[in-house]
């Protein structure tokens, strides 16, 4: 079946502007996370969401970032007046959770840019 | 938070050659993923392996839980294994289902 999908793949925003990423998980996938990618390192945790609960957004850097589920499929994440520091690889993985096995699968990331 | 530490950091191997890949972690832990990301980026599972030992191909893993580290094991291996390979585990108690990656091993394979 199909896999973790993205979009866009790649996105250039100047310093300053609001910019919006889409997941897409795989179907019936009951969790939900964000990651995110620095150059060089490995993903680190921003969010997690069970179906259209948010249960724990503890990796978010700041309220500028936010996230959302609102119908416990697609998941889209804001970032609000984007700084240069925000450039990194936005990572989306799913799991089906209900089987107790929790194994992850992720999607080809969203490659973020700030000028 | 749990400590996951990868070694060696870097690798460059022959095709054909032989590798082992190790992860350390410091806390038990609920659920461990060996993953490869490959030069465009993606993330692809190699092993769902919290314990015991796995076999793919040229591929395979052991994790001793109670030792708190994994073994990523290469055999033969070729140039399309290059890229970097990671692990990641969900803590035990308390992690809410996160994964914590490890620092990498950056994996070159030369003809």
């Known amino acids: 079946g199909a896999g973790v999908s993205q979009s866009p793949r790649y996105k250039v925003a100047k310093r300053g502007q609001d910019v919006a990423l889409r997941c897409d998980p795989i179907?019936?996938?009951?969790?939900l996370f964000w990651y995110q990618q620095a150059l060089g390192q490995g993903p680190e945790f921003l969010t997690y969401f069970q179906n259209e609960a948010q249960l724990d957004k503890s990796g978010l850097p700041s309220d500028r970032f936010f996230a959302e589920r609102p119908e416990g499929s697609v998941s889209t994440l804001k970032i609000q007046r984007t700084q240069q520091e925000d450039s990194a690889v936005y990572l989306c993985?799913?799991?089906?959770?209900?089987?107790?096995?929790?194994?992850?699968?992720f999607g080809p990331g969203t490659r973020l840019t700030v000028t | 938070g749990i400590q996951v530490e990868q070694s060696p950091p870097d690798l460059i191997l022959q095709e054909g050659a032989n590798s082992t890949l190790r992860c350390n972690f410091s806390d038990s832990v609920n659920n461990l993923q060996w993953f490869h990301q490959n030069p465009w980026g993606q993330l692809i599972n190699l092993f769902y392996i919290p314990s015991g030992t796995k076999q793919n191909g040229r591929l395979s893993a052991t994790t001793v839980a109670t030792e708190r580290y994994s073994l990523l094991y290469i055999s033969s291996s070729q140039t399309t294994d290059s890229g970097v390979y990671f692990c990641?585990?969900?803590?035990?108690?308390?992690?809410?289902?996160?994964?914590?990656f490890g620092t990498g091993t950056q994996l070159k394979v030369e003809l």
């Open positions: 993985a799913s799991s089906l959770l209900e089987t107790a096995t929790y194994e992850q699968y």
């Open positions: 179907s019936g996938h009951v969790s």
């Open positions: 990641a585990v969900e803590l035990l108690t308390g992690g809410g289902n996160k994964l914590t």
